[in-house]
């Protein structure tokens, strides 16, 4: 298989914000009255949307998950990734390697909301590398594990979802790799918030790495360079 794409997920894979949404999250359903430690939350919404959750919510708070309450989520946890965020260790690096040997033909797929990934791309300076080929779940008929957004991601850059790799951090989103026909590179560092990499195989991962300085290579053996 000659390999022409990479596609991205964005949040633990490119961007180091698990910890910051999950610890806002965290916090706020405490209040709501679901006390949950963060690596409790962390286990239950890696990889997932709040609203995929909303039923889960609302039984274990008593509570409605309105409006309101998402946009004071949104509000808190963007004011939080302004001032925390931090790249995924040399994943800025690997991204500037990857769309060298490919000519450009990489893309961002997230389930997250398009504000926030293009707000946090923006911040480590991983922008210009995916500009005009940032997919958000939200605006998708369905988002992981449904393949649709690394379709769209596919389509963007011109290649057939089987010649593109994949790049992702939890079963959810291997799934969606996998779903939409791609092969995936799972990644799985020591850190909580990732899909170990058992999960991430089990999940239909072909390779699992554990630091993004691995891609690279990983990408030029694949493709037989």
Request: hydrophobic share 50%; net charge negative; charged share 15%.
């Amino acid at each position: 298989m000659t390999f022409e794409a990479l596609l991205f997920d964005c949040d633990g894979v490119l961007v180091d914000s698990e910890p910051i949404t999950n610890g806002v999250l965290c916090q706020m359903l405490g209040e709501a009255g679901w006390q949950l430690s963060p690596d409790e939350c962390m286990r239950l919404f890696i990889g997932k949307t709040v609203r995929s959750e909303a039923a889960r919510i609302e039984a274990e708070t008593g509570r409605p998950l309105t409006d309101a309450w998402m946009a004071e989520f949104y509000a808190r946890r963007n004011a939080r990734l302004q001032t925390e965020l931090v790249a995924i260790a040399n994943a800025p690096q690997a991204v500037h390697a990857v769309h060298a040997l490919l000519q450009g033909r990489i893309a961002c797929a997230s389930g997250a909301d398009r504000f926030k990934v293009e707000m946090q791309l923006a911040q480590v300076g991983l922008a210009p590398y995916f500009a005009g080929r940032i997919f958000s779940g939200h605006e998708m008929p369905a988002t992981k594990p449904a393949p649709d957004v690394y379709l769209a991601a596919a389509a963007s850059v011109g290649v057939s979802p089987a010649r593109c790799l994949v790049v992702e951090d939890t079963v959810t989103g291997v799934m969606a790799g996998v779903a939409a026909g791609a092969t995936v590179i799972g990644y799985s560092p020591s850190a909580v918030g990732h899909g170990s990499p058992q999960a991430l195989r089990a999940a239909g991962a072909a390779q699992v790495m554990a630091d993004m300085a691995e891609l690279p290579g990983l990408l030029q053996a694949l493709r037989g360079v």
